[in-house]
C-alpha cells in the first residue's frame, strides 16, 4: 500500500531560507546588533554545504519561467537528478544543526508562524525531493503539475491532469503576495534619506504580522485615520495652489486604503508614501 510523502514545514530548505531572511529584515528593523540570523544564514547556506547546494535547487524550480510545459518538466527532471547527487547523510546533519541553531535563538512558535510566498510550490518541491518515484505516482503527479504550474506561469486544464492521474487538482490558492522585504527597505533608503519611526513602525507591523492578517488589517485602518487627520490639519498651512489640490486628493483617497478583507502591498506601500508626504510637509513647515 502506498503511503505520501508528508511535508515538513520545519524541515523544508527554501521556506527555511526565506524565513532566515525575513528574520534578518526584523533584526535590522529592530537595531538587534546581536541578531543571529544573518550568521546562521551565511554558516548554513554557502557554496560549500549541500544544503546551499539545496537551496539552489529550490531556487532553480521557485525563480525560473518557461512558457513550454516541455521545458518545464525537463527542467524538473533535470534538478532532480542533481538532487540526486547530494549527499543525503551530510544535508540531514546539516538540516539537524540549522534547527538546532534557529531553536538556541529564537521562539520557534513565533519564527515559524509565518506565511510563505510560493509556500504550495515549496511544499511540492519538498515532496518531490523526498519521495520515492515509484512509491505513490499519483502524489508525485500531482507535486509535479504544481511546480510545472508555477514554472510556466499558467494553469494546466482539467481534462489534462485527469488523464495523468485519475483525480482533479484545485487552482492554486492566490496567496497574499509578500513584500520583498529588503528590496523595499533598499528601494525606501534610495529614495528617502532615512525612513521615518512611522515608516519603520510600518515595515516591522507588516513582517510581525504577516500571519495575522486581521492584526495588519486593524493597524493599517488606525493608521490611515491618523495620517488622514494629519494632513487635514496641515492643510491650512500650504500656500501652493497646486499643492494644496494635489494633498486634498491624497487626503479624499485615503480611505482606500481601508477597502479590502486582507492588505495587500500596495496598500503597505502607499501608507508608506503618505508618510513620507507629512515628513516632507514638516521638513516645509519647520523652514
Excluded: C, W
Excluded at 53 to 66: D, G, I, P
Excluded at 222 to 232: A, I, N
Excluded at 259 to 287: A, H, I, P
Amino acid at each position: 500500500m502506498s503511503s505520501n510523502t508528508k511535508h515538513s514545514k520545519i524541515r523544508n530548505t527554501g521556506i527555511l531560507f526565506e524565513l532566515l531572511t525575513r528574520q534578518i529584515t526584523v533584526d535590522v528593523l529592530n537595531n538587534n546588533k546581536n541578531a543571529e540570523a544573518a550568521k546562521i544564514l551565511k554558516s548554513f547556506f554557502n557554496k560549500n554545504t549541500q544544503l546551499g547546494k539545496e537551496y539552489e535547487l529550490y531556487k532553480v524550480l521557485t525563480t525560473e519561467n518557461y512558457k513550454s510545459e516541455t521545458k518545464a518538466q525537463h527542467l524538473i527532471d533535470a534538478v532532480i537528478k542533481t538532487h540526486q547527487k547530494l549527499n543525503s547523510t551530510f544535508l540531514k546533519r546539516e538540516k539537524y544543526n540549522l534547527i538546532k541553531e534557529i531553536k538556541k535563538n529564537y521562539n520557534v512558535n513565533d519564527f515559524f508562524m509565518a506565511r510563505i510566498p510560493n509556500y504550495k510550490v515549496n511544499a511540492s518541491i519538498f515532496k518531490l525531493f523526498n519521495s520515492n518515484q515509484t512509491q505513490n505516482p499519483a502524489e508525485n503527479t500531482k507535486n509535479l503539475f504544481t511546480i510545472v504550474e508555477h514554472i510556466t506561469r499558467k494553469t494546466i486544464s482539467d481534462a489534462k491532469k485527469q488523464k495523468t492521474i485519475n483525480e482533479s487538482y484545485r487552482k492554486q490558492e492566490k496567496d497574499l503576495r509578500l513584500l520583498a522585504y529588503t528590496i523595499l527597505v533598499e528601494k525606501f533608503n534610495k529614495k528617502y534619506s532615512s525612513l521615518s519611526k512611522s515608516q519603520k513602525k510600518l515595515l516591522k507591523e507588516y513582517i510581525n504580522n504577516i500571519s495575522n492578517t486581521n492584526s495588519l488589517k486593524e493597524f493599517i485602518e488606525s493608521e490611515t485615520v491618523k495620517v488622514t487627520k494629519k494632513l487635514q490639519s496641515m492643510l491650512p498651512s500650504v500656500d501652493d495652489k497646486v499643492t494644496k489640490i494635489k494633498l486634498n486628493e491624497a487626503v479624499n483617497q485615503a480611505d482606500t486604503l481601508m477597502k479590502g478583507r486582507v492588505v495587500e502591498d500596495k496598500q503597505v506601500v502607499t501608507l508608506m508614501r503618505y508618510y513620507q508626504l507629512v515628513k516632507e510637509l514638516e521638513n516645509v513647515k519647520s523652514k
